[in-house]
């Protein structure tokens, strides 16, 4: 069976209601912290990607049950550090950095080894900004160059820390977190802003955790040792594999679209205040809390007058995994878009950003690069016809294969873009809704 696909085609105008994955992020922690619970969890509308399905693989090794009835994936936890381990456990975390960090931080308190591994990909990323705070805690971690391979062994003398999370990593301090609910006393975080799905699935549950906001920080205190009780959880739409068909029918001629049920966690809405800083004028309805997060509806429409942006750094940690789609509509958009301190994107499953710029050159649009700056320069009537491109080598990242694909369907050209199995890792349904809404794919 081929692992490439063809794009010969624009996509034609559209009109379309769609429904994208569930959240990547909220799944993966959800199946975690029904690990951590005590009876029966019931998660619907989990997202059954190769990362997640990862994560239900972990648990199972950690001695946690887990099973499908229709729709429901149904954990049977044990409490906290309720895990029952065999000697020699060895987990895999596939592409997964946010199974990694995480469930490290489940482990501080494991009485056997347990070796943490991932694919290519995964093992070339950096490990240390989770190894520093665990070992705090107590724990006895072994490593190669800081990276995958990882063993860790827990420790019965676990102690609170104070740490100083300033990278905004949301995978740092939700591993840090999850060391906290295993540990006495009060560990407290004071983090750069990132995602906060951890924070609101605890609270949600009603475990001791207090936020405050200070100095543009988050001060989070966690009170270790509160047992908590299995739960029923929806997991909601994607903003990261929605922000593709925004982007789709953005730069598609007079299409519009709606995205239903989304995660609008303001967190996550970096994408959303970009491109309308651009002139994309995306608006969300129907707005509602689910479980404790933003929920709601996408309207996109198309735009033909985008503008530049001179990007402020803040929105960065909102908006890592949707940089590189937003770059493509900063090459149609007219004037220079800059933007600024975007190292974490190198931390990501490939090094994105060094991947974003060859990109764009590639078809055709000046970038200036400073170290982990870019200036784009937009071409408002940027055409691909009549041109012929292959994209491959680029570490099965799926955020490549996505971009490409809606490069392809919005600018023109004739596409061969390989790793087609790449989607598995976040969005399996990726090539299945885009021919829904008329791409033609083969």
């Known amino acids: 069976m081929t692992n490439h ?6 996509i034609n105008s559209f009109n379309k209601k769609i429904k994208v994955s569930s959240d990547k992020s909220i799944s993966i922690r959800s199946i975690l912290l029904a690990s951590q619970a005590v009876g029966i969890s019931k998660i619907s509308n989990l997202l059954e990607s190769e990362d997640v399905l ?9 001695g946690i049950n887990y099973k499908k009835v229709g729709k429901i994936h149904i954990i049977e936890g044990y409490g906290l550090n309720g895990f029952s381990l065999k000697k020699n456990v060895t987990i895999n975390a596939g592409n ?6 995480l469930i490290l931080g489940l482990l501080v308190k494991s009485k056997s080894k347990v070796k943490l591994i991932g694919d290519n990909s995964l093992s070339k990323r950096d490990f240390s900004r989770v190894i520093k705070p665990l070992s705090l805690f107590g724990a006895n971690i072994k490593d190669k160059k800081k990276s995958l391979p990882i063993e860790i062994i827990g420790s019965n003398f676990l102690r609170p820390i104070t740490y100083n999370e300033n990278i905004g990593s949301a995978q740092v301090k939700s591993s840090i977190i999850f060391s906290a609910l295993n540990t006495p006393g009060i560990t407290t975080i004071k983090s750069k802003h990132s995602r906060n799905h951890t924070e609101l699935m605890l609270k949600f549950l009603k475990y001791p955790i207090k936020i405050q906001k200070k100095n543009n920080l988050d001060i989070i205190s966690i009170k270790g040792l509160n047992q908590f009780s299995g739960f029923e959880y929806n997991v909601p739409g994607d903003i990261s594999s929605a922000s593709f068909f925004i982007v789709l029918t953005l730069l598609s001629k007079k299409s519009q679209i709606v995205i239903e049920k989304v995660n609008i966690n303001e967190t996550r809405l970096g994408l959303v205040s970009i491109l309308n800083k651009m002139g994309a004028g995306i608006k969300l309805k129907k707005k509602t809390k689910q479980n404790g997060e933003d929920v709601g509806d996408i309207h996109v429409e198309s735009k033909v007058n985008l503008k ?17 789609i937003i770059f493509l509509v900063a090459s149609k958009a007219k004037g220079i878009s800059r933007f600024k301190n975007l190292g974490e994107m190198n931390k990501k499953e490939s090094k994105r950003l060094d991947l974003a710029v060859k990109f764009l050159k590639l078809i055709g649009i000046k970038v200036e690069r400073y170290k ?35 490069t392809a369907l919005t600018l023109g050209g004739n596409w061969k873009i390989h790793d087609k199995d790449s989607i598995n890792t976040s969005f399996p349904d990726f090539l299945k809704i885009l021919k829904m809404v008329g791409a033609k794919v083969n």
């Open 54 to 62: 990862n994560a239900l693989k972990a648990i199972k090794k950690l």
């Open 372 to 406: 982990n700056d870019i200036n784009i320069h937009g071409k408002p009537n940027l055409t691909l016809s009549m041109k012929n491109f292959e994209i491959k080598n680029f570490l099965k990242d799926h955020r490549i294969f996505f971009l490409s694909c809606v």
């Open 5 to 10: 696909i063809y794009i010969k085609n624009k």
């Open 96 to 101: 997964s950095g946010t199974l990694a960090r």
């Open 308 to 324: 530049a942006i001179n990007c402020p750094s803040k929105l960065n940690s909102s908006a890592i995994d949707e940089f590189l």
